[in-house]
């Protein structure tokens, strides 16, 4: 596939400020268009507003290429980098066209395990990310951080970046099979959503439970396959670059915490960052903190380690007696990190299972006779 029909070159290449700034060491598309088959990590600008209930930006420089001023600045982490820069996507002639071409692109860089960084445009642009995966042929977990789940009825009043939530939710043939809502606002959110998501056995973690211990949403960023995260999500104060304008919300440093552990996360193929507008961020200070959140998801994607062999030297194996059904619960930690995992075995079929990240905690409930929640909505999801 071609890619570099699809993509506009950077208009003004960043140039190095430092031997050890990323710019000396990504590959950008400035002439020729970069070996995307040979990277870790490609970069992808996007400047698609047709589905934003705000209307487009206004004229000016792309979102994308004002954080990539300040992001290739940045100092190189130790270890390798891989990082080639593709760009700026051409939109389709439709919204819908955008979508597919962002498909297409996304599903031919997960063929080669290269795993794109989306940046920039509206957040309902995670429909094209999430139609990638429909190839996979297997059921996907994703998480999405917002101020709120973008659960709106489609309809001639509810535009996409309102309701995209909900049209992933709904898409046919659905392959979904695990959700996480993190840092939304209760004063932003109707009951009824929240409520429309427990039902549906997914996970929802508020700002204030966030800020009260960030672990928590470590196993939920564990268990996806992509990440949507909307720049509302973030107070205006950290990040003032969107509208409308929300002056509470996450602060800088969780959001570069959930962005390590999106990049730390092994099964974790892609990652969208959407929302910015660069006419709000006059000093530039939105631009540094989405620099700076994408500098931290990298530098957790090169201290990735393998999450797999349960069961083996690498895992310590813990089993609990339960009194009731199920009788017993296996859990796993990892030797290198402080990492648990649960098992979870269909009650009406023992030969399904899945074993899903859960915390120190679920232990120690389920230590102490208690069945963790975690458990019990994996239970209904394998049903």
Not at 6 to 20: I, Q, R, V
Not at 164 to 171: A, E, F, G, K
């Amino acid at each position: 596939m071609n890619l570099a029909l699809f993509f506009d070159p950077l208009p003004e290449p960043p140039a190095a400020t430092s031997p050890a700034a990323l710019a000396a060491y990504a590959t950008l598309f400035t002439e020729t268009f970069p070996d995307w088959r040979a990277a870790d990590i490609a970069l992808i600008g996007l400047d698609e507003w047709r589905g934003s209930a705000a209307g487009p930006p206004a004229p000016g420089p792309l979102g994308a290429d004002r954080v990539r001023e300040r992001f290739y600045q940045l100092q190189k982490g130790i270890g390798p980098l891989r990082l080639v820069d593709l760009g700026n996507l051409r939109s389709g002639l439709t919204l819908h066209d955008t979508y597919q071409r962002l498909r297409e692109i996304v599903a031919a860089l997960l063929e080669e395990n290269t795993l794109p960084i989306l940046l920039g445009g509206s957040h309902d642009l995670d429909y094209g990310q999430f139609l990638a995966y429909e190839t996979l042929d297997r059921p996907i977990s994703f998480a999405v951080v917002d101020a709120r789940p973008d659960m709106a009825e489609p309809g001639t009043d509810a535009a996409p970046d309102t309701s995209h939530l909900r049209r992933l939710l709904v898409h046919e043939p659905n392959f979904v099979f695990s959700v996480a809502h993190l840092a939304h606002q209760q004063y932003l959110t109707a009951p009824e959503v929240l409520i429309a998501l427990e039902k549906l056995h997914f996970e929802t973690m508020s700002v204030g439970e966030i800020r009260a211990d960030k672990r928590l949403a470590e196993p939920l960023l564990r268990q996806a396959d992509f990440l949507s995260f909307d720049i509302a999500a973030l107070r205006w104060q950290d990040a003032p670059g969107y509208h409308p304008a929300n002056s509470f919300g996450l602060g800088n440093e969780e959001a570069t915490q959930l962005c390590w552990y999106a990049g730390h996360n092994a099964q974790l193929s892609s990652f969208g960052l959407y929302g910015y507008r660069p006419e709000h961020d006059v000093n530039g200070l939105a631009a540094n903190t989405l620099a700076t959140m994408l500098w931290y998801f990298i530098e957790g994607f090169y201290h990735r380690k393998p999450e797999d062999g349960f069961g083996t030297f690498r895992f310590l194996t813990y089993t609990v007696v339960l009194p009731g059904n199920p009788d017993k619960l296996v859990f796993y930690k990892s030797r290198r990190a402080e990492k648990w995992w649960m098992e979870v075995e269909n009650l009406g079929d023992a030969s399904v299972k899945r074993v899903v990240p859960c915390t120190y905690e679920d232990y120690l409930n389920a230590s102490q006779g208690d069945l963790p929640q975690r458990w019990s909505r994996v239970q209904a999801l394998l049903g």
